[in-house]
């Protein structure tokens, strides 16, 4: 029987060290306070696992995973950054603090935000350590997760979806790039940081797809059933904002009966991977769908 915790525990311990030396607080005129305010000491640092997990299924290479686990989590920390600002999502808690932007303000916010999107890239192409080709493929899969045919094409589909109604398949590609692209990348990435062959490198995808659309489904489902202390961010903002949800589409129950069938594809897509050990990418898969916050 695998146990995550313990394997979580030290791959989050090089992760956050790696933080902490990366995210320097050394840049001008307070921006790296506000950098690093939004990076450390918070989330659940889902993305980085999942890049790990990955090259561990693919048995790759360790720097290249590191340097891509942080470079996805700090372009995950800036688009949290700028959706909190007032112009977007307008919210003022998150991981159980203020907003950048109500602690430093937003001029500054918004720097913080595009400094922390310009870091993830040079974390990627280091002068050493890591392979040229291999630079590039993880700095072209992260900037296709990001851009807008992912994360930032999903926030403005939601920002034009408030008060309308969208039928599943829509609220399914909102969600798909919104939230799934980067999720997805994130495995990916961890796959690119190995040479899997093409069936491995499909299942992963597969994989990714999967458990990124099931944590949307779930943070939908906890948006209604969690208070803001639990979640460490305003429950309910979802439903207050007039936005469609997997809850609000479907009903309570058939959203977690979905999340449960999304969960059933992420194993079945790791089952046929033909990869040896695939046991952290399961368990992760696992705590996506059956997390409380």
């Not at 903002?237 to 129950?253: I, N, Q």
Request: aromatic letters at 4%.
């Amino acid at each position: 029987m695998f146990d995550l915790t313990p394997w979580m525990e030290r791959q989050l311990a090089q992760v956050e060290d790696a933080l902490s030396r990366w995210v320097c607080a050394e840049a001008p005129a307070g921006l790296g306070e506000a950098m690093r305010y939004a990076v450390l000491d918070g989330g659940k640092r889902l993305r980085p696992l999942l890049v790990l997990a990955a090259c561990e299924a693919v048995q790759g290479q360790g720097e290249a995973a590191l340097r891509a686990a942080c470079a996805v989590e700090l372009i995950h920390a800036y688009s949290l950054v700028h959706d909190d600002m007032p112009c977007m999502d307008n919210d003022v808690m998150r991981r159980g603090k203020p907003t950048v932007h109500v602690r430093f303000g937003e001029a500054q916010a918004l720097l913080a935000g595009d400094a922390l999107q310009a870091l993830a890239f040079a974390l990627l192409t280091p002068e050493d350590g890591v392979p040229p080709a291999m630079q590039a493929r993880l700095c072209r899969l992260l900037a296709l997760a990001a851009g807008a045919d992912g994360m930032a094409g999903g926030q403005a589909i939601d920002l034009a979806s408030v008060g309308r109604q969208l039928d599943e398949a829509q609220l399914r590609q909102m969600h798909r790039l919104k939230t799934g692209a980067l999720l997805q990348a994130s495995v990916v990435m961890g796959a690119a940081c190995g040479q899997p062959d093409a069936r491995a490198q499909q299942a992963l995808a597969q994989y990714g797809a999967a458990v990124g659309l099931a944590f949307q489904v779930v943070d939908d489902i906890l948006d209604v059933t969690q208070d803001s202390a639990t979640l460490g961010k305003t429950a309910g903002k979802d439903a207050a904002s007039d936005k469609p949800t997997y809850v609000s589409l479907m009903g309570l129950e058939p959203a977690r009966a979905h999340a449960r069938a999304l969960l059933a594809d992420a194993h079945a897509a790791l089952d046929g991977s033909g990869l040896q050990d695939t046991r952290a990418l399961a368990a992760l898969a696992d705590m996506v769908v059956h997390r409380s916050h």
